[in-house]
């Protein structure tokens, strides 16, 4: 398994503003996803981190909201923007290296006032 | 889309007892998956299981990939109070657009009294 560093752990939030996640992967790997975990809720895909090239959005996400990087094969960022109250959750990554499952990070607890 | 099925949403057992829970799909699935939430924490993978019928171990859980690729279960021996989290199962598909997607079950919070 890799081992996977989400910055910030936590923050608390004012309505309007963005927050940019980063996820951080001690080697290469092939996929990397976010997911949002709403309070007392299971986890849902928001989008694939393509490396190079756009992500792919899961329905009921876009890019305007929710967009994301992945310059390389290490490092992935997620941004939640113009936020609200409603973006209060956790937000976690995920990698898979090529034919492995996927691994989890710890998660970004994000609260939106 | 595919939708997962878990249950139960909760249990309350005592430490020493066994536990079960499972999960249904509308759709099949290539790989079965079992994770533990812990609070504050990321969800950590239990078991992963690759093929329909195949019957895993990994201390003192048990899993199942049910042979109509629709279905996991879940056992928990002897429980321990460690052992308190939310369990979540997830499907993944091997192929096409929806290749290393993960669906998940909607989890069973276990607590373990003493």
């Known amino acids: 398994s890799a081992v996977i560093s989400q910055k910030p752990s936590r923050d608390i939030c004012q309505r309007g503003t963005s927050l940019t996640i980063q996820c951080q992967v001690d080697s290469q790997v092939t996929m990397m996803f976010w997911y949002r975990q709403q309070p007392g809720q299971s986890l849902t895909l928001i989008a694939t981190?393509?490396?190079?090239?756009?992500?792919?959005?899961e329905s009921g996400f876009v890019i305007d909201k929710f967009p994301i990087s992945r310059p390389n094969l290490t490092f992935s960022t997620l941004t939640v923007s113009n936020m609200s109250p409603e973006d209060s959750s956790i937000y976690l990554c995920?990698?898979?290296?090529?034919?492995?499952?996927?691994?989890f990070g710890p998660g970004t607890r994000l609260l939106v006032l | 889309g595919q939708q997962l099925n878990q249950s139960p949403q909760s249990m309350f057992i005592q430490e020493g007892e066994d536990v079960s829970m499972n999960c249904t799909s509308s759709?099949?699935?290539?790989?079965w998956l079992w994770y533990k939430q812990d609070p504050g924490e990321g969800p950590v993978l239990l078991i992963a299981l690759y093929k329909a019928g195949e019957l895993t171990s990994n201390g003192r859980l048990t899993a199942q990939f049910g042979i109509t690729r629709k279905d996991s279960f879940l056992n928990i021996s002897a429980s321990i109070p460690s052992d308190v989290g939310i369990y979540f199962c997830?499907?993944?598909?091997?192929?096409?657009?929806?290749?290393?997607?993960?669906?998940f079950g909607q989890g069973t919070i276990l607590t373990v009294h003493p």
């Open positions: 981190a393509n490396q190079g090239s756009e992500a792919t959005y």
């Open positions: 997830a499907g993944q598909n091997a192929g096409g657009t929806s290749y290393g997607k993960l669906t």
């Open positions: 759709s099949i699935f290539n790989t």
């Open positions: 995920s990698v898979a290296k090529a034919g492995e499952t996927q691994y």
